[in-house]
């Protein structure tokens, strides 16, 4: 078999990276350049930079940006803690359990990983209208957590699985409950899924569009995203600002990444070591 030559890898990395990244460089670029500037050359890098976009977007009279980002922190730190508890205990049980209950629950949380939101987003208005939570941020969080559950179980239980049972068994014999036994043994050393489900489910929540603009609604309030959508108007496009807003509802959730990134692939893979 001939060899593939050495060039080629290379080659195609540098034009997938061009792809993830010339997105990147417009909404960059753009922030830092005038409308008109936008609107007739989109593409060329802002030559002078000016910081009137940003300043524009975080003093707007309507407080568009301060008040979808207080929704959208409230929101996706009340949805992501609620996630990671439920999640990881149910986890712990999918991974520990024996009994055929065990088998047909992970089964049934994986077939709701096949759903796509948009499905099934008429019944949950209808019963969060039945419930008046239609419009207020708990019924968002209460959908957030009903949907991502399935993902931070299939993460959690996977990993549950690479932790030796006889520290559970140990503390046990000691007296410890199986209560005290998850969360002063098992929980510690789920760190690195920890990680990587605040990571995957605080980028998918701070970043929905469609559930905050349809349950939250104009009177509910905002989110940054569809904070983003709301300052385009009918007649009136403001790039310049968009671009603003864009990129400061980017910021948040790029240095959440950072600050837990070091446990980020760790977590990913480590259900695969043991099934």
Request: net charge positive.
């Amino acid at each position: 078999m001939k060899p593939v030559r050495p060039y080629i890898r290379p080659l195609v990395a540098l034009l997938v990276a061009s792809a993830f990244f010339l997105p990147l460089y417009l909404v960059l670029a753009n922030v830092f350049k005038r409308g008109p500037d936008i609107t007739a050359s989109p593409a060329s890098p802002p030559v002078p930079p000016t910081l009137d976009n940003l300043t524009q977007a975080l003093t707007r009279p309507d407080r568009l940006f301060w008040n979808g980002l207080i929704n959208s922190v409230i929101v996706t730190l009340l949805s992501i803690v609620v996630l990671t508890v439920v999640s990881a205990m149910l986890g712990h049980y999918v991974a520990r359990t024996r009994s055929r209950f065990g088998r047909i629950a992970l089964l049934v949380l994986l077939a709701g990983l096949m759903i796509p939101p948009q499905v099934i987003l008429v019944p949950v208005t209808e019963v969060l209208d039945a419930t008046q939570l239609m419009g207020t941020i708990g019924g968002l969080v209460l959908v957030n957590v009903g949907y991502y559950v399935p993902f931070g179980v299939f993460v959690f239980s996977g990993f549950v699985r690479t932790i030796p049972v006889e520290l559970e068994e140990a503390a046990a014999m000691d007296g410890s409950g199986r209560f005290g036994t998850f969360w002063r043994i098992v929980f510690p050393l789920l760190r690195p899924a920890t990680a990587s489900v605040l990571i995957f489910l605080g980028v998918w929540i701070w970043n929905d569009f469609l559930n905050p603009l349809i349950i939250l609604g104009p009177a509910g309030g905002t989110t940054v995203t569809v904070g983003v959508y709301r300052s385009i108007g009918q007649f009136h496009r403001d790039f310049g600002g968009m671009c603003g807003l864009m990129f400061l509802a980017t910021l948040p959730v790029l240095i959440f990444y950072l600050v837990l990134q070091k446990h980020f692939v760790k977590g990913l893979t480590g259900g695969a070591v043991k099934g």
